[in-house]
């Protein structure tokens, strides 16, 4: 179904947290070089005072009179956390009127993220993008910041999220590492965390006190804290530009590539063009590992080539991009797509074979199109049902 947008929108805040490589990768959270240690069983939960997404501090004091008490590692950026959310929520719910209270910790350093990091995310992990995504995904129990100091992390010993930890009335470890056995939901067999909560309320020993950890790991542990060098080198590159016309259009609008397609039209003389360009390219970086093509097309005269070219090489648009070939704006938009609007900015998605899956006029309103992309990208067989994530 085609989605215009008439309404011009604000900017949204953007990703604040910038491009690693393999951010996606599962990795087994066993202690290396370097690595603090899990904690014990029977310890003490580490006290804390971090921030929430709901503008308070939060301590481990506040959570004196719940029965239990689960603190869960997770993120915004790894997909197996995503794929835990609607399993938290649930946990959280089902338990709340049992004295037990769920509290999860962002890990992840924003700094320490190249926009790679991103790639099965519409958002960063810094306190303000940690707030947009528990708005959108309606996390309701505390969802708290620890990726500046990272110090409730290392007390805590995780390395790789999710991670819960589950402590008694006296706040004792009684369980801590996965959440259940397997990503899908529909195949889990052994729902640990829920299991040693179980025990705790009755008053029993966990059944299992410890399980092993798959997931992310954690950003900015191993001390990166700056990822703006390796993503200076990342964007080095040429910058193309080719002359479009009518039948190199109607070709691109065909989407041949096999690929997901985003086409933006621009112009060097439009204020919301020039505003939403840094967030196209930063789009267009967090996804082209996963196979997102990206076609820029400047509705400029052939004349104002030399400013179209200025204007690229400032946003280092490595991508293919395109100027008009002639004058006749409305002739050589009518070959791309006779229902094309007039008006620029103008963005596109189109699915292999040219079929439309997201398109807006104006300004973009840049997580919807995030979500859409994300919607869209072929399914990882390592993280089964992340596409649906997004889809729903």
Not at 53 to 81: I, M, Q, W
Not at 171 to 199: C, F, H, M, T
């Amino acid at each position: 179904m085609l989605i215009f947008r008439f309404l011009m929108r604000s900017q949204l805040a953007r990703v604040s947290s910038l491009l690693v490589v393999a951010a996606a990768a599962v990795v087994v959270a066993a202690c290396g070089d370097g690595d603090p240690p899990r904690l014990a069983q029977g310890a003490a939960a580490p006290d804390f005072s971090l921030p929430g997404v709901d503008g308070k501090v939060h301590s481990l004091g506040e959570y004196a009179g719940s029965r239990v008490l689960a603190v869960v590692f997770t993120g915004n950026s790894c997909p197996a956390s995503q794929l835990y959310e609607a399993r938290l929520r649930k946990l959280a719910a089902d338990y709340r009127d049992r004295g037990v209270t769920l509290v999860a910790v962002n890990p992840n350093r924003p700094a320490a993220l190249q926009l790679h990091d991103l790639s099965f995310s519409d958002v960063g992990e810094s306190l303000d993008d940690m707030k947009t995504r528990a708005a959108h995904r309606q996390i309701s129990y505390p969802y708290l910041s620890d990726g500046e100091a990272q110090a409730v992390t290392r007390a805590f010993g995780v390395v790789s999220t999710p991670h819960i930890f589950v402590f008694d009335r006296d706040r004792k470890l009684q369980y801590e590492g996965r959440i259940d056995d397997n990503l899908r939901e529909d195949a889990v067999q052994s729902p640990d965390a829920r299991n040693g909560i179980d025990a705790v309320l009755a008053g029993k020993p966990a059944p299992v006190t410890r399980t092993r950890v798959s997931g992310c790991r954690v950003k900015g542990l191993d001390g990166a804290a700056n990822a703006s060098q390796a993503q200076a080198e990342a964007d080095k590159g040429d910058v193309p530009l080719t002359m479009a016309g009518a039948e190199d259009l109607k070709k691109l609008r065909q989407n041949g590539t096999g690929k997901l397609l985003l086409v933006n039209f621009w112009a060097t003389w439009c204020a919301p063009c020039a505003r939403e360009f840094p967030d196209l390219e930063a789009t267009y970086r967090m996804y082209r590992s996963r196979t997102l093509e990206f076609v820029s097309v400047s509705v400029n005269d052939p004349e104002e080539r030399a400013a179209v070219v200025k204007f690229l090489q400032e946003h280092r648009a490595t991508h293919d991009n395109r100027l008009f070939a002639t004058s006749d704006v409305y002739g050589l938009q009518a070959a791309f797509d006779p229902d094309m609007p007039a008006p620029v900015p103008y963005t596109v998605l189109l699915g292999p074979g040219g079929e439309v899956r997201y398109q807006e006029l104006g300004e973009l309103d840049t997580m919807k199109l995030r979500r859409a992309i994300l919607a869209n990208l072929p399914e990882d067989p390592q993280f089964p049902g992340h596409r649906a994530y997004w889809t729903h």
